[in-house]
């Protein structure tokens, strides 16, 4: 191995996005080395280059969504191998704030993002903590198990964890594309009525608000019944309203905001995979490679050929 890397870099102050060589990073303690087989670009990687979400590191290797083989073992790390196959988890607990502590790092309180607080996964290598590495099974596809570790985990683990989605319940998706028995246009001036007309007039138990925008965000805590349940899964700057406090009291419903998985989450999608009950083959739309990782970018920016995932490869 070499003692150099090429890796893309993200220059906060001047927005700049370039791919250059830096060095392999060495895993420490209870950490290893991965080499990175694909990557997703996700769209909070556009929201870091475009300002939408701050900088938290005047340079810093994006990409979140990384599968690959594990290249090394740091010290005391046991249970893995060389050249075994994981999907890298998307963020680092802080292990000693109040909830990781007693064992809640799922909802740890100064969470490290990867990406955005630590290099990610656009390049030749990344470090990764080894109790958040996941098994890929061996008929699984690195390509279609990189993207578990966001595109598919965060979808997952807002139906079942957060939006605790129970069979009969009525659902709506706000930003779902082609999923669905009902699809509707969100500018629709009757767009209300119509889920009325689809739900019997009971309106919906959960909604998903997967864009993020006020508008959606409106929408669909306007299309629950009493006592649904609100559940917010994209993100933007826009700052929306639950309305009068009156309402929402009398209503009973609830708003709840979302964030990524549990590592677990990942072997229960892979496991699926594996076993032919979730078919990921149309989620990957392109695979560039990191050479050309700002085409990637620059392609799901425009929605260029309305890509669903975009893999970068070293």
């Known amino acids: ?50 300002g939408t979400f701050p900088s938290q590191l005047p340079v810093v290797t994006q990409g979140h969504e990384t599968s690959g083989t594990i290249a090394k073992l740091g010290p005391g790390v046991t249970g893995w191998a060389e050249g075994d196959r994981v999907v890298v988890a998307a963020g680092k607990p802080c292990t000693d704030c ?26 030749e290598y990344t470090v990764a903590q080894a109790f958040g590495l996941t098994r890929v099974p061996d008929n699984v596809p690195l390509e279609q198990a990189a993207i578990l570790a966001d595109a598919v985990s ?13 069979i009969g319940e009525s659902v709506g998706v706000w930003g779902v594309g082609g999923l669905g028995t009902h699809i509707f246009d969100a500018r629709d001036p009757e767009l209300l009525a119509q889920i009325g007309a689809a739900t019997g007039g009971r ?47 009398l209503t009973k419903k609830q708003v709840r905001g979302h964030l990524g998985y549990q590592n677990a989450d990942i072997g229960t999608l892979a496991t699926l995979v594996s076993r032919g009950r979730l078919d990921l083959t149309r989620s990957i739309s392109e695979i560039v490679p990191l050479e050309d990782v700002a085409e990637g970018i620059a392609k799901l920016d425009r929605a260029a050929g309305n890509p669903i995932r975009i893999l970068i490869q070293p």
């Open 154 to 166: 965060t979808p997952f683990g807002a139906v079942v964890r957060t939006g605790q989605v129970g």
């Open 98 to 123: 109040v909830n990781c502590l007693r064992g809640d790092m799922s909802n740890c309180l100064r969470i490290r993002l990867m990406a955005f607080a630590y290099d990610g996964g656009w390049a």
């Open 203 to 249: 309106m919906l138990d959960v909604a998903f608000d997967a864009v993020g925008k006020g508008s959606t965000f409106d929408q669909a805590l306007a299309a629950l019944t009493v006592g649904g349940r609100f559940v917010g899964v994209g993100m933007s700057a826009d700052a929306p309203s639950i309305g009068p406090t009156s309402f929402f009291n």
């Open 1 to 50: 191995m070499t003692s150099t890397m090429r890796a893309q870099r993200f220059y906060a102050d001047t927005k700049k996005v370039v791919v250059e060589d830096v060095p392999i990073p060495e895993p420490g303690p209870g950490e290893v080395l991965v080499k990175v087989a694909y990557c997703g670009i996700c769209h909070s990687d556009l929201s870091l280059i475009n």
